[in-house]
């Protein structure tokens, strides 16, 4: 099976005025699958980080020049490279500023492509199909650059991949209605050539998809008339010898679409994996006409595993890294996350068993096809249980509810029923995706605990969230009524397990942590971890008596209660003062879940904004407080806990004063606050311009070339700046 999950927006697009052309070039993978390059159509480069929806960085060329292809990231330089103007080579990093002054280099001839698949070297493709590797490129930019195409051939489509440890560039082209496939390996330097089937002299393929798997080749392309083919083409295939240039290429029908009228203009099939197949732009069989739709088909069984409507215009491009979708739609770059499954005729029959513990797994003789198939009897001699598992059946008072049973219960039953056989459900290992009906149960459960005040289970609430199958967008209303019934330890699950929480459920739960009373957060009932972490952390003396960087500070071996104060102990003493935590225990734990969870800047300023002022100061102070405690020498730096780190809690001090700065200076309660937290951000600030210089101090001998010629003793003076 697969399934499309709850997509999010990466970016705006500024598509052209017709709407012809999405505003997109390319997207490539940067240096892993959560952080890509989006390249427009224009003059920008920007760098994102999916999992925060933010860029990281962006790069404009001057006006009068153009992109002319998607900039790509070299993983062995750590360096980005873009194409202007169809010949000038571009290279930058991530922290320059402008690209109009890094390094650039014009070449012969125009360019195509630049290629830089992971753990292999730059390419550069030509207009003409021939190519160069970057590093031998730019060792000489004017060289002379072959014609591998016809005068009348034009290159369509490429990409380059890697396979059984050969690279491989593979372009597609189109000659007077036909259309090629290279194959092109870098070392040896050997190019196959092989002619596409036609399908029809008046279309062209819309797409191309490439993979590799069990040392072949797989080719997958999509035609307007909804016919989605596939070839293979092995790695090793020999070289084609010029009297063997249009050897046709063999290909077997994949899925014939319906595209309903008409035939289709905007639209792209990506291969998954090997039974899998995502397609936008193709009509939903049960939607009608409309070809606003990313639909998920499964090949081996014909079959619709999952589609999504997407709003605007449809602009045919699709790209996958990390099992994320990326799709230009409208004026918008979505990300959607999708999962599949291995497909098998065994779970599209339903006779696929999930995994069992040694424990409770029987010994079974394996059934054969045709028994399943023809429903033949199992004889009795072939099945072996033993005396635990036929104790277990006979002790069953009832037989075991199906999930749509047990949704139907939640309607009606009590609390008490509800949770025995929502147990008794988790407790099973015979249900086939019981992960899947997680979200049922949830929406049920939240839907009649809402409508009903005296119904309330909380254990099989908390149960729920521990599957960690549950997520927010799949019940948005769970934080909610964890809030409304005051189960403050339902909210700490959900701040730790959803990933998905958006920024106003996040301010939501901050003003309702804030604003309890200590003695009223001190009956609430959390996780054991969290509170631990604060007992630790409130400990006064701890570390104080015995070896401290193999120092032992007491005066005398026998008298372990007496501890010197040294003068270097006075003044860190006297520059990290001890300070009494501003709030409970047990409201400090909430608080730190709330420091932990994941958010955006841009999206969390806003909500921050509704805070009252004395809960702004109030939480500024706790910050204060977990920055002095983490600053000191006892702080215990591995305590196994779950906690902030010191970076989180600096990113929140830096929200609460951008978000109410100007309250903050005109508030007399403040100004203490304020002064203390501008001295540690400056020590802060100094701290990481020293360590700056340390590393560069380190870079530069790690730079150094050892001399060989070093007697068995000399002195010798390394002047680092």
Known sequence: MAALYEGYTL?????????????????????????????????????????????????TVKQGNCLTCPAVYNTQTKEYVAVTDNKVIRIWKEDDVLIDKTFKATVSSDIWKIHCV?????VVLFQRGSFRLLDSLLSAPQQTVEEVLASDETLRWSTSILAENQQFVIFTTEQKGDHFLY???????????????????????????????????HLLYLYPNGHVYQSVISVWGPRLDEGSQNISLPRNLLLALNV??????????????????????????????????LCIWNTNFQTLQAGKEMAGKIFGLIWCYSNKLFIPHGKTLSVIPYGCTKSSLASALGKLKQSRTEESKPLMSVPSWSNILHEEKIHPSRTVETRKLRTKRKNQASPSLTVEQVLELIKTASVEEVQKEVEGLFSRTDIQDLNQSVGQLASVLVSRCLADTAFYPPTTLAQLVHTQSLSHSVCPEFVQLALEKKDYFLCQLCLQFFPDIPENVTCTCLKVFISMQDNDAAKVNLEPDSVSFMETLTAKGRGQVGLQNGFNSTSSPEDHSVVTMTELEEEKRAKWPDQSC??????????????????????????????????????????HFLYLKYNQDTFPQSHGYRSPSLTQIMDWVCLLLDAHFTVLVMTPEAKGLL???????????????????????????????????????????????
Not at 13 to 30: C, H, K, M, T, Y
Not at 118 to 122: E, F
């Open 11 to 59: 970016c705006g697009l500024v598509p052209s005025p017709n709407l012809s052309n999405s505003g997109i070039q390319g997207i490539e993978v940067e240096r892993d699958g959560d952080h890509v390059i989006v390249t427009d159509s224009f003059r920008s480069v920007t760098l994102y980080k999916v999992s925060d929806q933010k860029p990281l960085g962006s790069w």
């Open 118 to 122: 992971a753990g292999g070297d730059p």
């Open 183 to 217: 194959l092109q390996k870098l070392k040896p330097n050997t190019l196959q050539r092989y002619k596409l089937e036609q399908e029809d002299p008046s279309l062209a393929p819309l797409s191309f998809s490439v993979s590799c798997r069990d040392k072949l080749i």
């Open 260 to 293: 309903g009228e008409g035939q289709l203009d905007a639209a792209s099939a990506l291969l998954l994996d090997e039974a899998h197949v995502a397609i936008i732009g193709v009509p939903h069989p049960s939607a009608g006409a409309g070809k606003d739709f």
């Open 582 to 623: 501003p709030v409970g225990l047990k409201k400090a734990a909430l608080l730190n879940e709330i420091l932990q969870t994941a958010y955006s800047d841009d999206l969390l300023l806003p909500h921050l904004k509704d805070l009252s002022s004395q809960h702004v100061i109030l939480f500024l102070q706790y910050l």
């Open 675 to 721: 002064l203390k937290l501008h001295t540690y951000i400056r020590s802060q600030v100094k701290l990481f311009s020293e360590l700056g210089k340390l590393e560069g101090g380190l870079q530069e001998l790690q730079q150094m070339k050892t001399k060989q010629d070093v007697a068995q003793y000399s002195i010798e003076v390394i002047e680092l700046f």
